[in-house]
């Protein structure tokens, strides 16, 4: 996480260096009340450190027993986005994702806050992107029945505007999602998962604009 977040410091610098040239030029796109609907696919590598703690009881005393283990695998998802820009650069960004974990579907609702810097006479636009959300969990029976995993998501990418209403969007991802469940098989007898999940993938999509 630290890794990714000196990542994105060192992006903010250089583009808000860009950012502060002399703009000649007035902003053609991402402008003050302008709409961006995006398509996205992200393909990538997660990594899931589960710690499982039971506990069960004789009657006279309780014991308990924690394991930890960790699952890697291939994740990728497919998602749609909705942006408004409530300022120049600034829009704000809701999210819907389909997830697939090492063959296991979720799904994530997120709400984005995203800044598309501007390069004078350029139609390549940088852009960071920090949001929070609910999943599910990989594997869960319904996609929406339990939307309970805390979920960060931070990208950091570029849009090539090709036409006056459509633009190419490229992202290195980072999502991390949190969360316990408890289950217990009798009063005297429960188990404990708690649950982090990282991924990290490279986003490919396309967006149109109005």
């Given at each position: 996480?630290?890794?990714?977040?000196?990542?994105?410091?060192?992006?903010?610098?250089?583009?808000?260096?860009?950012?502060?040239?002399?703009?000649?030029?007035?902003?053609k796109f991402y402008k003050q009340g302008d709409w961006?609907?995006?398509?996205?696919?992200?393909?990538?590598?997660?990594?899931?450190?589960?710690?499982?703690?039971?506990?069960?009881?004789?009657?006279?005393s309780q014991y308990s027993y924690t394991y930890d283990?960790?699952?890697?695998?291939?994740?990728?998802?497919?998602?749609?986005?909705?942006?408004?820009?409530?300022?120049?650069?600034?829009?704000?960004?809701?999210?819907?994702?389909?997830?697939?974990?090492?063959?296991?579907?979720?799904?994530?609702?997120?709400?984005?806050?995203?800044?598309?810097?501007?390069?004078?006479?350029?139609?390549?636009?940088?852009?960071?992107?920090?949001?929070?959300?609910?999943?599910?969990?990989?594997?869960?029976?319904?996609?929406?029945?339990?939307?309970?995993?805390?979920?960060?998501?931070?990208?950091?990418?570029?849009?090539?505007?090709?036409?006056?209403?459509?633009?190419?969007?490229?992202?290195?991802?980072?999502?991390?999602?949190?969360?316990?469940?408890?289950?217990?098989?009798?009063?005297?007898?429960?188990?404990?998962?708690?649950?982090?999940?990282?991924?990290?993938?490279?986003?490919?999509?396309a967006s149109i604009l109005l």
């Amino acid at each position: 996480m630290k890794r990714i977040i000196l990542i994105l410091s060192i992006f903010l610098i250089i583009t808000s260096g860009y950012a502060q040239v002399d703009e000649k030029s007035e902003r053609k796109f991402y402008k003050q009340g302008d709409w961006e609907f995006g398509f996205a696919l992200n393909i990538g590598w997660s990594s899931e450190q589960t710690k499982q703690t039971s506990t069960y009881s004789d009657g006279s005393s309780q014991y308990s027993y924690t394991y930890d283990y960790t699952e890697k695998g291939f994740y990728t998802h497919l998602g749609v986005s909705t942006g408004y820009y409530i300022i120049n650069g600034l829009s704000i960004e809701p999210e819907f994702n389909i997830n697939l974990y090492s063959w296991e579907i979720s799904a994530s609702l997120l709400g984005n806050l995203c800044y598309t810097f501007y390069l004078p006479q350029k139609n390549i636009y940088p852009y960071l992107k920090l949001g929070y959300g609910l999943s599910s969990g990989p594997g869960s029976s319904s996609l929406f029945e339990f939307l309970d995993l805390k979920t960060i998501n931070a990208g950091v990418g570029i849009k090539l505007t090709y036409s006056s209403g459509m633009a190419f969007r490229m992202e290195i991802n980072y999502r991390n999602l949190t969360g316990s469940n408890t289950y217990s098989y009798s009063s005297s007898s429960s188990d404990t998962y708690e649950t982090t999940t990282s991924a990290i993938s490279i986003s490919f999509g396309a967006s149109i604009l109005l």
